[in-house]
């Protein structure tokens, strides 16, 4: 019933700009922490930000200065916004969600992902 979505993800120029979101649909009883992950092709994932249900945020050294992770608590939808984008930048990006469906427990969610390929 719950359903964690990306979108953005597409062919974008080095040195150019996008924004993934990441949309959580069903009935939801609250949504703790967030988090973008990056998958590089024949490698696991890794943490690029996350973001905490207060606010907080952190981010992996690789993006820090170009990429911002925000929520917005009441459409709960999380974004990324990418700036400067490089070429080592292009994988799948991955929404995690920490929450708690209606009638259930507390669970990390994840989105299929949705691709974004920086070209030079």
């Known amino acids: 019933q719950v359903q964690v979505v990306e979108s953005g993800g597409g062919l974008v120029q080095a040195g150019g700009s996008t924004r993934l979101s990441c949309a959580v649909s069903g009935t939801i009883v609250g949504i703790k922490d967030m988090a973008w992950y990056h998958q590089i092709a024949g490698k696991g994932r890794e943490l690029v930000a996350t973001?905490?249900?207060?606010?907080?945020?952190n981010y992996a050294d690789s993006v820090k200065g170009r990429f911002t992770i925000s929520r917005d608590n009441v459409k709960n939808t999380m974004y990324l916004q990418m700036n400067n984008l490089k070429l080592e930048d292009t994988g799948v990006y991955y929404c995690y969600a920490d929450l708690i469906p209606a009638g259930g427990t507390r669970r990390a969610y994840w989105g299929q992902g949705t691709l974004v390929t920086v070209s030079s």
């Open positions: 973001i905490l249900s207060g606010g907080g945020t």
